[in-house]
């Protein structure tokens, strides 16, 4: 198939790991263009058209940014791996990209225009930082990683930006003929792992909060090896928790926001965690059986709020929602229950925004936001907020 191609003058980022450019006489036709910078001329491949804008791959560089750097890793381009969107972007100029992306999302969902938003970064630098890695396998046994928007599988050599010991593992050396997925995990303790289609041989060990975890390899984790203990740090910073007050960490995952918790207000202190997800039910109950406060309820938080498996008064609310995020029931219901602060914690700035509008149209503000870099090379950025009444 031969694809269109065009010169776009690259406008400004948008949430997603593309740019936006203008197509034809002003006001133009809306692009979304990956591998591109602000300020650049590309010469760009359509690769979609939908009846309000096109989507597109900069695939010739005639203005370059000054940002513009060659990407590390030989499989970071337009016809081959769509996992990393930045790699051709300079580590400084991803931070204020993905910065410029939360406040252009505050603004236009959220009413918070001028937000400050400042994209910190983690430790060890941009690459062999994924402790969590799934690759694909094709109708040959080969494995590799896909396309962008696509399930056309892409063989490599290895993945750059995967943990050391993830890429030293004998993965894509081999075929996996009776696989349709290979999982790998780098674990804080022991060996990496590997699991055909998620079949791994027992548990993995990670540490964080001053705590040793145990939890199947399916269980999510996170997948930067300081972001753990980065996410709770920042979450005890903002809530301040007081001895003895009660907490709610909803979306609470294997417990550690529960843990973090637990050392402030106290072993006893009364903390519900809400989880739907199996395996991670299960880590929760187990790591955190050491301490009398914590109750595991395992539903989704819709259902347990609907079903008051989970009321109010309560003091303090973690919300770690899915990349969906928690949605006007879950945030409603929050507000209802009459927390002194929620702790916000999320993985998608465009959910973030529009219950942070839900937040501020029930009354409340949104004081205080960290943002980290728990993702580079790609768009992704994890926020932190402080929601109070």
């Known amino acids: 198939m031969i694809l269109e191609r065009v010169t776009l003058d690259v406008g400004p980022v948008a949430h997603g790991g593309h740019c936006v450019a203008r197509l034809g006489e002003p006001p ?19 690769t979609e058209e939908h009846p309000g ?20 890793c030989p499989f970071a381009r337009p016809d081959a791996c ?32 001028d937000f400050p938003v400042v994209v910190e970064p983690l430790p060890g630098g941009p690459l062999g930082w994924r402790t969590r890695v799934r690759y694909t396998v094709d109708a040959a046994g080969r494995p590799g990683l ?30 996996w003929p009776s696989a349709s997925t290979v999982d790998t995990v780098a674990p804080a303790e022991g060996p990496a792992a590997v699991g055909p289609d998620g079949d791994f041989d027992g548990p993995v060990a990670e540490r964080a909060v001053g705590r040793e975890w145990t ?15 980065t ?7 903002m809530l301040e928790p ?29 903390i519900t965690l809400v989880e739907s997800a199996p395996p991670a039910v299960v880590a929760a109950r187990t790591n955190l059986a050491d301490l009398a406060g914590p109750r595991v309820v395992s539903s989704t938080v819709e259902a ?15 919300l770690d929602p899915p990349r969906t995020g928690a949605g006007a029931a879950v945030t409603k219901a929050v507000m209802a229950a009459g927390p002194r602060a929620v702790a916000y914690v999320a993985c998608d700035p465009a959910a973030f925004a529009r219950d942070v509008r839900t937040f501020r149209d029930g009354g409340w503000r949104l004081a205080t936001l960290r943002a980290f870099d728990l993702f580079p090379m790609t768009h992704h950025v994890e926020c932190v907020g402080l929601l109070l009444p």
């Open 82 to 113: 769509g996992g990393c969107d930045l790699q051709h972007v300079a580590p400084a100029a991803q931070l204020e990209w993905k910065a410029a992306v939360v406040r252009e999302q505050l603004a236009r969902l959220a009413g918070l225009p």
């Open 231 to 237: 996410l709770a740090g920042a979450v005890l910073d």
């Open 215 to 229: 939890l199947p390899a399916d269980a999510f984790w996170q997948v930067h090896p300081a972001a753990a203990d």
């Open 28 to 46: 133009g036709r809306v692009v979304f263009v990956r591998h591109a910078l602000p300020g650049e001329r590309v010469i760009a491949e359509i």
């Open 146 to 175: 896909l396309k962008h928007r696509s399930h056309e599988v892409v063989p490599i050599d290895r993945c750059r930006i995967a943990h050391p010991a993830i890429q030293e593992l004998p993965v894509t050396a081999r075929t």
């Open 242 to 270: 007081r001895h003895g007050e009660s907490a709610w960490d909803l979306y609470g995952g294997a417990g550690l926001f529960a843990a973090a918790l637990a050392a402030k207000l106290g072993p006893d202190a009364p």
């Open 304 to 318: 347990a709020l609907r079903r008051r498996r989970v009321e109010g008064p309560v003091d303090l609310v973690v």
């Open 53 to 72: 804008y096109l989507r597109a791959d900069a695939v010739s560089v005639l203005e370059a940014s000054p940002d513009r750097v060659a990407p590390p």
